[in-house]
C-alpha cells in the first residue's frame, strides 16, 4: 500500500498557474504508473493525466497544452504543473497510483 498526500492547491485567477504536489510513502513510486484525478462539484471523477514507470504519459484533452505530470522517484513525489487554468479546471485534484488514492486537494480558478 501506498500513502498519497497532495498538497499545492488553492484559488487564483483565469491564466494562473499552480503546481500540485503528491508525497508518496510506504513504497517507492517508481514502479507504479502514477495518475492525477480530478472531480468537480456533481461530476465524476475522471482522469486527467498519467505517466507510466518508464515516463510515458498521457493527458485529457481537455488539459493537453497546458498541464504537465512528472515525477521525480528519487523523491518519490509526483507533481502537475497546471498553466493558463480555466474556471472549468475548478475541482478536487487526487493523486493515485494502482488502488491507493490521496485525500484530494482543492483548486479554485476564479473567473
Known amino acids: 500500500q501506498v500513502r498519497l498526500v497532495e498538497s499545492g492547491g488553492g484559488l487564483v485567477q483565469t491564466g494562473g498557474s499552480l503546481r500540485l504536489s503528491c508525497a508518496a510513502s510506504?513504497?517507492?513510486?517508481?514502479?507504479?504508473?502514477m495518475n492525477w484525478f480530478r472531480q468537480a462539484p456533481g461530476k465524476e471523477r475522471e482522469l486527467v493525466a498519467g505517466?507510466?514507470?518508464?515516463?510515458?504519459?498521457y493527458y485529457a484533452d481537455s488539459v493537453k497544452g497546458r498541464f504537465t505530470i512528472s515525477r521525480d522517484n528519487a523523491k518519490n513525489t509526483l507533481y502537475l504543473q497546471m498553466n493558463s487554468l480555466k474556471p472549468e479546471d475548478t475541482a478536487v485534484y487526487y493523486c493515485?497510483?494502482?488502488?491507493?488514492w490521496g485525500q484530494g486537494t482543492q483548486v479554485t480558478v476564479s473567473s
Open positions: 505517466i507510466s514507470s518508464g515516463g510515458s504519459t
Open positions: 510506504g513504497r517507492a513510486i517508481s514502479t507504479y504508473t
Open positions: 493515485n497510483a494502482a488502488n491507493d
